[in-house]
């Protein structure tokens, strides 16, 4: 065996220089990282940045989603109609079936691929707390979610425009209808990010989330139209309409505009209760997640 100090001259240690260099740029801090971390999450909801394969189910259905809408400006165009055949807030309770797969297949990309890969504790060695990388998850499902809920808004919006329909009403509907679009995503945003988040396998999360989705709205649906047409008891219809996402939608729909659905809310009170039941169960989604986060932050 050859003797180690003849390895250097005298026996001392030397330094190569093979050339790298450290970095000298600006340090961002978490802020940037949330935000970065918001905008790839938003690519990866409609496939962008990911396999081609991961782009055809989001965009089939956001293509779906829009098709009515095209038609719409289609026969407003050739056919000289001096109203918009579809309201624009009945438009998203027309296509509710499609948002609800929008949103029950893309949060488990979001919320359970890191989980199940092991990739979030790498998210979370960095300066992330772990109530970031949720919130940034979440907001990232919640663009996603409005944009498949707004585009079809504005594309009614400028069809009743181009064909000159009257301005103040139209806005005035438009701006009615992306209010409730807003209430709408932040539940199915937030419903839909707790169960991706305590589920590593993604089809188990997107069964639970539809079928949590379509069986409350079912069940409120039957609730709904037994005590307002057969049962005359308007008031457990209303009561009813708090137990899902899409029944608080239409219920709201209902009362801020002229469309029509079973059993409303009849009073302002019960308004307010609609819009105070979607905000507190978006925000009691958002602290679940937080909560899951810190909880695998700290195991």
Same mark, same amino acid.
């Given at each position: 065996?050859?003797?180690?100090?003849?390895?250097?001259?005298?026996?001392?240690?030397?330094?190569?220089?093979?050339?790298?260099?450290?970095?000298?740029?600006?340090?961002?801090?978490?802020?940037?990282?949330?935000?970065?971390?918001?905008?790839?999450?938003?690519?990866?909801?409609?496939?962008?940045?990911?396999?081609?394969?991961?782009?055809?189910?989001?965009?089939?259905?956001?293509?779906?989603?829009?098709?009515?809408?095209?038609?719409?400006?289609?026969?407003?165009?050739?056919?000289?109609?001096?109203?918009?055949?579809?309201?624009?807030?009945?438009?998203?309770?027309?296509?509710?079936?499609?948002?609800?797969?929008?949103?029950?297949?893309?949060?488990?990309?979001?919320?359970?691929?890191?989980?199940?890969?092991?990739?979030?504790?790498?998210?979370?060695?960095?300066?992330?707390?772990?109530?970031?990388?949720?919130?940034?998850?979440?907001?990232?499902?919640?663009?996603?979610?409005?944009?498949?809920?707004?585009?079809?808004? #504005?594309?009614?919006y400028a069809v $009743? @425009?181009?064909?000159? /329909?009257? *301005?103040?009403?139209?806005? !005035? &509907? +438009?701006?009615?209808?992306?209010?409730?679009a807003v209430l709408?995503?932040?539940?199915?945003?937030?419903?839909?990010?707790?169960?991706?988040?305590?589920?590593?396998?993604?089809?188990?999360?997107?069964?639970?989330?539809?079928?949590?989705?379509?069986?409350?709205?079912?069940?409120?649906?039957?609730?709904?139209?037994?005590?307002?047409?057969?049962?005359?008891?308007?008031?457990?219809?209303?009561?009813a309409g708090l137990?899902?996402?899409?029944?608080?939608?239409?219920?709201?729909?209902?009362?801020?505009?002229?469309?029509?659905?079973?059993?409303?809310?009849?009073?302002?009170?019960?308004?307010?209760?609609?819009?105070? #039941?979607?905000?507190?169960?978006? $925000? @009691?989604?958002?602290? /679940?997640? *937080?909560?899951?986060?810190? !909880? &695998? +932050?700290?195991?």
């Amino acid at each position: 065996m050859s003797d180690p100090s003849e390895a250097t001259p005298q026996g001392r240690s030397v330094i190569h220089d093979l050339g790298y260099r450290p970095y000298t740029g600006q340090r961002l801090g978490a802020g940037a990282i949330a935000r970065s971390l918001v905008v790839t999450g938003f690519r990866n909801a409609f496939g962008l940045g990911r396999s081609g394969r991961s782009k055809v189910l989001p965009f089939v259905l956001l293509g779906l989603n829009l098709l009515p809408a095209l038609i719409v400006g289609g026969v407003m165009a050739f056919g000289g109609l001096d109203r918009l055949p579809i309201g624009y807030a009945e438009y998203a309770s027309t296509t509710q079936v499609l948002l609800g797969v929008f949103v029950a297949s893309q949060a488990p990309v979001l919320f359970s691929r890191d989980l199940r890969h092991g990739t979030i504790a790498l998210y979370l060695a960095r300066p992330l707390r772990s109530g970031a990388y949720a919130l940034a998850r979440w907001a990232s499902l919640l663009a996603a979610t409005l944009v498949f809920l707004v585009l079809p808004i #504005v594309i009614l919006y400028a069809v $009743a @425009l181009l064909t000159e /329909l009257d *301005v103040s009403d139209q806005t !005035r &509907e +438009a701006g009615i209808a992306l209010g409730l679009a807003v209430l709408l995503a932040l539940s199915l945003a937030g419903v839909s990010g707790v169960i991706a988040s305590w589920s590593t396998r993604r089809g188990f999360a997107v069964v639970a989330t539809i079928a949590l989705l379509v069986v409350a709205n079912g069940i409120v649906t039957v609730v709904q139209g037994i005590s307002g047409e057969e049962g005359g008891r308007p008031v457990v219809g209303e009561v009813a309409g708090l137990f899902s996402p899409y029944s608080l939608y239409r219920g709201l729909m209902a009362a801020w505009t002229d469309a029509d659905a079973p059993t409303p809310p009849s009073t302002t009170g019960m308004e307010l209760a609609y819009v105070g #039941v979607l905000v507190a169960l978006s $925000a @009691l989604c958002v602290g /679940l997640l *937080v909560a899951r986060y810190r !909880r &695998e +932050a700290t195991s």
